[in-house]
C-alpha cells in the first residue's frame, strides 16, 4: 500500500499548494497574478500525476490479480 500513500500525500501537497496560491490571488498582492496562477498550475499538474499513478496502479494490480487468479 505504499504506493497509495504516496499518491495520497502527494495529491494533499498539490491541494496545500492550490490553496496557498488561490490565497495570494488578491488585488493588493505586490506580484500580480501570474505567479499565483503559474503555482496554481503546477498544482493541478501535480494532482494529475497524482491521479494518473494511481490509476496505472490500480490496473497493473487488476491485471496481477487476473494473472494469479
Known amino acids: ?7 495520497v500525500t502527494g495529491l494533499n501537497d498539490a ?3 492550490l490553496d496557498h496560491a488561490a490565497a ?3 488585488p493588493n498582492n505586490p506580484e ?6 503559474l503555482q496554481l498550475h503546477e498544482a493541478e ?3 494529475q500525476v497524482s491521479l494518473a499513478v494511481f ?3 490500480n490496473e ?3 491485471r496481477l ?3 494469479l487468479a
Open 15 to 17: 491541494f496545500q499548494r
Open 60 to 62: 497493473n494490480i487488476g
Open 32 to 37: 500580480g497574478y501570474t505567479r499565483p496562477l
Open 65 to 67: 490479480l487476473d494473472i
Open 55 to 57: 490509476r496505472h496502479w
Open 45 to 47: 499538474t501535480a494532482a
Open 1 to 7: 500500500m505504499r504506493v497509495a500513500d504516496s499518491v
Open 24 to 26: 495570494r490571488m488578491t
